[in-house]
């Protein structure tokens, strides 16, 4: 008894020294796609956070989908101190997707895949109060994908790959002003 009491006291100790917050995107939730993540502390200037993005959107103008799913794991080290100031963080992380590229929006065609993306992230944290915090935030990357083309208005694929077609571009894909609690 006198163990799990001590463990459990130890166990407390570090949660209660350490800084955790939970995470909610203000800027992608205004085109009803959400985006929400926790972030902690894991050294003196150094922070990981993890957050997930998704659109459900199974289309945005009646023919072209829009449906995407992101994890993002990215160790962040902060210049100032944690959660205040400015950081650079770098990830990598997977995705799925049924998406029309933006050099197809004039055609028929979309992707459906997978596929994963390796960058930067650079932000500004603006502390609101003790439990508050707002994390401004932009970051891109190489983004390799794994996808079968389609068309949108008939059956069948439009690219000739045997099994995968690939493809990979630097890309922004990621950005906002997330809302932060401290928890």
Avoid: C
């Amino acid at each position: 008894m006198k163990k799990i009491f001590l463990l459990a006291l130890i166990f407390f100790s570090i949660q209660s020294q350490s800084q955790t917050f939970i995470k909610f995107n203000g800027a992608t939730a205004l085109f009803a796609i959400p985006n929400v993540g926790v972030e902690t502390s894991i050294g003196e200037k150094t922070t990981f956070s993890v957050d997930v993005m998704a659109s459900f959107w199974k289309s945005f103008n009646g023919h072209s989908p829009m449906e995407f799913y992101t994890l993002t794991p990215e160790i962040r080290y902060h210049f100032k101190e944690k959660y205040n100031g400015f950081y650079i963080g770098g990830h990598v992380g997977p995705d799925i997707y049924r998406i029309q590229k933006w050099t197809y929006w004039e055609s028929n065609y979309y992707e459906h895949g997978f596929g994963y993306r390796l960058g930067a992230t650079v932000g500004y944290n603006i502390k609101l109060s003790d439990k508050f915090l707002l994390d401004v935030f932009v970051g891109g990357g190489w983004h390799q994908g794994f996808y079968h083309g389609y068309y949108n208005d008939t059956p069948g694929r439009y690219d000739k790959a045997k099994d995968w077609n690939k493809s990979g571009e630097w890309l922004p894909y990621r950005g906002g002003v997330m809302i932060s609690y401290k928890l």
